[in-house]
């Protein structure tokens, strides 16, 4: 038995294969990646009878993601949901539907190797932060622009801000425009990282593409963690449609 997980983001995909209990390495790229893998490698996945998807980007991207299951292995995927409860972790928002599936799925990831008394972060497009108590209860959040957009927000909206390509290796402080840039919207997720591991007693669970640049400026503990969403998604408790 062969099941595909698929973590759908804003800006890429990632995907793992799993053979019984044996996870494959997971890869990453965009949609004409994982259709040129799913052709690379049809023959040994003749086996695959499980699609199981977490999608925070558009409808479209869903329908294609069908199209192109339905077409080559004859599957219909399962899209994970966000639901009251799963895995043991209790969703803490009012609406439960508002609350995006890759968070809810990075949480359920964290909780289920760590514990609880966590803040997951993910830092990619955007920068989610979530508070996850003792007892797996879901405190609640905050969401923040990622490092490029509130970087590219300057660039748009200021006349002396010339246009640059982000790096994460920069002066700290700054002693160049990019530089002050990036590092004022790096330290300005910091101070709210480090303010919410003092304030909760937490301890940090830190995933997402732009971790590192993070990381190498924070001096509390954290634990890096690559693939947090397809973790979740392979969780017993999931709910899907």
């Known amino acids: 038995m062969i099941k595909l997980f698929i973590d759908t983001g804003n800006s890429s995909i990632k995907w793992r294969l799993q053979s019984g209990e044996y996870c494959c390495q997971s890869e990453r790229g965009q949609f004409a990646d994982l259709s040129n893998y799913l052709q690379e490698y049809g023959d040994k996945l003749k086996d695959l009878n499980s699609v199981y998807i977490s999608n925070v980007s558009t409808e479209d991207h869903s329908e294609s993601l069908k199209r192109l299951f339905k077409t080559k292995f004859n599957?219909?995927?399962?899209?994970?949901?966000?639901?009251?409860?799963a895995a043991g972790v209790t969703c803490g928002y009012t609406n439960v539907d508002d609350l995006g599936v890759d968070r809810w799925l990075a949480m359920i990831g964290a909780t289920k190797k760590y514990g609880g008394n966590l803040l997951v972060v993910d830092a990619g497009t955007a920068i989610t932060l979530d508070i996850i108590n003792g007892e797996?209860?879901?405190?609640?959040?905050?969401i923040l622009p990622g490092l490029r957009v509130s970087s590219k927000s300057l660039v748009c909206n200021t006349s002396r801000i010339a246009n640059f390509h982000f790096d994460d290796q920069i002066n700290i402080p700054g002693n160049d425009t990019q530089s002050c840039v990036i590092g004022g919207a790096l330290f300005s997720v910091i101070s709210v990282i480090k303010n919410l591991i003092s304030?909760?007693?937490?301890?940090?669970?830190?995933t997402g593409g732009d971790k590192q640049i993070i990381i190498n400026q924070i001096s509390e503990d954290f634990i890096a963690e690559e693939n947090l969403v397809l973790d979740g998604l392979a969780c017993i408790g999931i709910k899907f449609d």
């Open 75 to 85: 599957i219909i995927p399962s899209f994970a949901r966000v639901t009251r409860k």
């Open 136 to 142: 797996l209860m879901h405190l609640g959040g905050f």
């Open 199 to 206: 304030s909760y007693a937490l301890r940090l669970v830190i």
